[in-house]
């Protein structure tokens, strides 16, 4: 019966340590793997670099060249201080919100200002245009140009000194009718305004 018994174990025991002997070569396989792993550094970390690798896969963003722009390819925005020109060659005008004052003034102050539609001829020896822009005034050298601003609605005409007058205490200016009614009522005769000599 014992030598039966010892048999049997042997023949238990050789597949036990052939298991036990593969396990643990696969034991000791990972383990050296996983040491050679550890062993080995990146190139990174060591400061190599893999000079097979194109710039852009070794450059960092900032470090990444520049791509050269063909000109051809893309197309170019220039600003343009100078005016640009109609079809026809002359430059254009960009349109301005305010209009601008032509002539620099040298004189101004306010005053009430009055209109006139009779008389054949003006102080200067014109005919005198009762529709015209001409105006009236005591000392203004002729031919001066003033713009009148009626202070009631803001409106303005300019005027050429033609005439002499007018000869009424308070008032300044004389407007031949044509130029009042740009600015005012004929009906309101005489109004508060703002006079602008013009050089």
Do not use: W
């Amino acid at each position: 019966m014992s030598g039966k018994h010892s048999t049997e174990r042997r023949r238990l025991l050789v597949p036990l340590l052939a298991g036990a002997v593969a396990v643990a070569a696969l034991v000791g396989g990972a383990v050296a793997t996983v040491n050679l792993r550890s062993d080995h550094k990146p190139a990174a970390a060591t400061g190599n670099i893999d000079a097979d690798r194109s710039p852009d896969e070794r450059a960092d963003r900032a470090d990444r060249p520049v791509p050269s722009v063909d000109p051809s390819e893309s197309p170019q925005v220039v600003a343009s201080a100078s005016p640009s020109k109609s079809p026809t060659g002359s430059p254009t005008k960009s349109p301005s919100k305010k209009p601008s004052t032509s002539s620099a003034v040298t004189n101004a102050g306010t005053c009430k200002a009055s209109y006139y539609a009779s008389g054949s001829k003006t102080a200067n020896g014109e005919n005198f245009d009762p529709d015209g822009l001409t105006a009236a005034h005591k000392t203004l050298p002729f031919n001066t140009k003033v713009r009148v601003t009626n202070l009631a609605n803001g409106k303005s005409v300019v005027v050429r000194i033609n005439d002499r007058g007018p000869f009424v205490s308070g008032r300044c200016l004389d407007l031949a009718r044509g130029a009042f009614v740009t600015i005012a009522s004929v009906s309101s005769g005489v109004i508060n305004a703002r006079y602008e000599v013009l050089k």
